[in-house]
C-alpha cells in the first residue's frame, strides 16, 4: 500500500521540480533532424566549422548597425576558426541526450545569443546560437528554427571562453 501512494508522489515531485524539467525529446529532433544530426556527428571532418561572437542586446537596445548578421543577429566579431580538439568537444555534447532539457514552463527570458557556431559542408549549413542568460539553444537551417532546446553543459560556456579570450562579456560567464 505504502509504494502505490509514494509512486505517484515520486513521479510528481520529478516533474514538478518547480516547473523545471520535463521529458527527454531525442537528440535529432532537438538538432532539426538525422541530417542535421550527422553534419553535428562530423564535425572533425566537416569543411568549416566556426564560431561567431553575436550581439546579445535586447531588440532596439544596441546602437550598433552590424555588416554581417547570422539568422537576424549581429556579429561583433569573429569567425574564429574551431581545431579539431574544440570540434571534438563541441560534438561530443551536443549528441549527448544529457545536454538537453525542457522546460515545463518557459522561463520569462527573452532570447538574446552571444555565441553562434556555423557548422558547413559541401551541401549543408547549420547554425547553432546559443543564449546564457536562459540557458536557451537554437539551431537553424536554411534560415529556418529546425530545433531548440535548454542546456545544462558548462562546456558551452568554457569553450566561448576558450574561444573569445579578449571579450570581457564572455569572460564574465558565470
Known amino acids: 500500500m505504502k509504494r502505490a501512494i509514494a509512486a505517484p508522489i515520486i513521479l510528481l515531485m520529478l516533474t514538478s521540480c518547480g516547473g523545471q524539467l520535463s521529458g527527454r525529446k531525442s537528440v535529432e529532433s532537438i538538432v532539426g533532424g538525422q541530417s542535421a544530426l550527422q553534419l553535428v556527428n562530423n564535425l572533425k ?50 549528441v ?45 537551417s536554411s534560415g529556418k528554427n529546425v530545433g531548440r532546446s535548454y542546456f545544462k553543459q558548462t562546456e558551452f560556456k568554457n569553450l566561448a571562453k576558450r574561444l573569445f579570450p579578449n571579450d570581457e562579456s564572455i569572460q564574465l560567464l558565470k
Open 45 to 94: 571532418n566537416i569543411q568549416s566549422c566556426e564560431a561567431y561572437r553575436i550581439d546579445d542586446s535586447y531588440p532596439g537596445e544596441s546602437d550598433l548597425i552590424f555588416d554581417k548578421k547570422i539568422n537576424g543577429y549581429g556579429v561583433i566579431s569573429g569567425p574564429v576558426n574551431l581545431e579539431i580538439p574544440d570540434r571534438s568537444l563541441l560534438a561530443k555534447v551536443l
Open 96 to 140: 549527448d541526450s544529457g545536454t538537453y532539457f525542457d522546460r515545463m514552463k518557459p522561463i520569462d527570458c527573452l532570447f538574446r545569443p552571444g555565441i553562434a557556431f556555423r557548422f558547413l559542408d559541401a551541401s549543408s549549413e547549420l547554425n547553432l546560437l546559443i543564449c546564457f542568460s536562459c540557458n536557451e539553444l537554437k539551431f537553424f
